[in-house]
């Protein structure tokens, strides 16, 4: 009889202590739900309106919309005097490390808003952590579109031209071999998919058990790379910085991004290369021929990085990862004067 007692005790000062925990974590922001939810057509998605707060090399507090992305709510039916621009792309575009308020996407509005012109800008934030090109091309198809953008900014790097997501909850695109078209495959892996919707409920209601779930993820397969994107903890310093270097399976990743250039819209879509490290010359040449607009600003940032500051630094953690609040300052400025260039008539 005292042992079941005892028992029944240690049951339930473990649960309180549990409860406790959960409490404590969760209100402190030292660890949160899941952000995660799945969506037919796009698999790994963004809950809908969700706040969510990001502590690594930076720091932010950030709302996804009751669309699943980031920013104010947004009406999808445009007004006439209204320009939208969206801006696709990795866990750069989507800036977790900043408050929305500081985020570049957001300057640049406040900045093209400032002229007294009837006209109104829109930037919608579609970046979206771990995204390679193939990814953000399916992106733009199946949702993005629906928003009806007058353009759409593709802000990528070396590495998403040549590097492989593995996701097995994301869309793959693969091209019919005999019509040559774009099919979005959406045959997810079922052992992952079922496993997810088990854990779905319990991730996304329990801080704890979420913060469990990525330990063990990480553990098996850096998981942590797949929630925050591409760049994880590495060091940009040690990445490739010759774009001759590139290997075999990495050149024939570029030989697809550039195909893939044949079912984007050169009229609605402009490209700008986002890191320090050039595109490959075939990409950019692809770019040029099929009559797509190009901008590096990968040239700002290297002329930031010599003469006054490194935008991936950050002194706060003393960290280097994704743009700090002053590159988000000067992207802002150079986003806004391109987005004029190509919106006024």
Known sequence: MRFFKETIYFIISSVLVLLVCEFFVRSSNLGQVSST?????????KRKNMDFVYFNEGFGVVSYNEHGFLGNSVEIKKRDNLVRIALVGD?????????????????????????????????????RS???????YIYQ??????????????????????????????????????????????????????AFMIS?????NSALLNMTNIARK???????????????????KKASQETNSLTSDELKQVKRSIGILDFIDPSKAIFIN????????????????????????GETLKLQTKNVFDPNYWNVTNKRGHWNHAAHKVLAKELAKIIEDNTLK
Not at 91 to 101: A, D, G, P, T
Not at 102 to 123: C, Q, S, W
Not at 200 to 204: L, M, P, T
Not at 274 to 293: C, E, H, V
């Open 274 to 297: 986002r890191d320090s490290i050039a595109l490959p010359q075939s990409f950019t040449g692809a770019l040029k021929n099929k009559g797509f607009k190009y901008y590096d600003l």
């Open 37 to 45: 939810e799945f969506v037919d057509e796009l698999g790994r998605a």
């Open 218 to 236: 990480r553990l098996k397969n850096d998981y942590m790379g797949l929630l925050f994107g591409k760049f994880g903890q590495r060091d940009p």
């Open 141 to 194: 198809k199946v949702y993005v579109e629906n928003f009806n953008p007058d353009k759409i900014f593709y802000f990528i790097s070396l590495e998403d031209l040549t590097a492989k997501n593995n996701d097995p909850l994301l869309p793959k695109l693969m091209i019919d071999t005999i019509s040559g078209s774009p099919i979005i495959d959406v045959n997810y892996n079922k052992e992952e998919l079922r």
């Open 91 to 127: 866990s750069f575009v989507e800036s977790l490390q900043v408050f929305s308020r500081d985020y570049f996407g957001k300057l640049a509005e406040d900045l093209l808003n400032n002229d007294l012109d009837d006209r109104k800008y829109e930037i919608l934030n579609m970046g």
């Open 130 to 136: 771990g995204f390679v090109f193939p990814d953000m």
């Open 200 to 204: 779905k409920k319990a991730i996304q």
